[in-house]
């Protein structure tokens, strides 16, 4: 019975690299959520997708930050150009349907040197 | 849009006795859900307890309870006979039950509660 998967779990880069995060939903979920939480800060709505289509990106950077949820395959947080102020923890959350429970993953630590 | 405010940055009990976590919010919505979230030092976020906003009974789960007043826009977190697993980040979030807008969770900034043995 997995929940939702979150890999890798920490992730280094330089800046101006790309970060790619990867989020595997629960069995039979088809909604994801992506979250940034920033040190002592709560988490921070980025952007909710069903499969193959953005439902609401409200709470992403309007540069470097692109999400998709392919119909095969994990959903993507991909961060282009990464500064150090992208070093936060990444969590994805999935649900059975709009407004149901949100279920978390571990999140993805970035760290950007 | 929504606020959500947690007044206690940090909580400290003996393993056991009771302790109740402050959260209040601001919305002109009128239906929406509250939710209590734990992060444990493993960082995974777990849900603790939900409840509706047209529903006048108090959440309850085995030793968790709240205290919800919508009136008030206040949603507290009451844990009884704490353990030492309680010992985590605890958060409260808000979410629109319906219609437009956004449909994340907006988070406080949480409040880091510490069972002593």
């Known amino acids: 019975n997995a929940g939702v998967m979150q890999n890798p779990r920490h992730l280094v880069r330089r800046r101006g690299q790309e970060a790619r995060l990867r989020c595997s939903p629960m069995?039979?979920?088809?909604?994801v959520y992506w979250y940034r939480q920033l040190p002592e800060e709560g988490l921070k709505f980025m952007v909710y997708?069903?499969?193959?289509?953005?439902?609401?990106e409200s709470g992403m950077p309007k540069e470097r930050f692109s999400a998709e949820f392919p119909k095969e395959g994990p959903s993507i947080l991909r961060i282009q150009q990464v500064v150090r102020g992208d070093s936060a923890a990444y969590f994805c959350?999935?649900?059975?349907?709009?407004?149901?429970?949100?279920?978390f993953g571990a999140g993805t630590r970035l760290s950007v040197l | 849009a929504q606020t959500v405010t947690q007044s206690q940055p940090e909580m400290s009990v003996q393993e056991a006795e009771t302790v109740t976590l402050s959260c209040t919010y601001d919305?002109?919505?009128?239906?929406?859900?509250l939710f209590w979230y734990k992060q444990p030092p493993s960082r995974q976020m777990i849900l603790v307890i939900r409840?509706?906003?047209?529903?006048?009974q108090n959440a309850t789960e085995n030793r968790f309870s709240v205290n919800f007043q919508k009136a008030a826009k206040s949603f507290s977190l009451k844990i009884s006979d704490s353990q030492l697993g309680d010992t985590a980040m605890y958060f409260c979030?808000?979410?629109?039950?319906?219609?437009?807008?956004?449909?994340?969770?907006?988070f406080g900034k949480g409040t880091h509660l510490i069972i002593q043995p």
């Open positions: 997708l069903q499969k193959e289509n953005i439902i609401d």
């Open positions: 409840q509706e906003a047209y529903k006048q």
């Open positions: 959350a999935s649900s059975a349907g709009r407004k149901n429970i949100q279920y």
């Open positions: 069995k039979g979920h088809s909604h």
């Open positions: 979030a808000f979410m629109k039950q319906a219609g437009g807008g956004a449909d994340g969770l907006t």
């Open positions: 919305t002109s919505e009128n239906n929406y859900y």
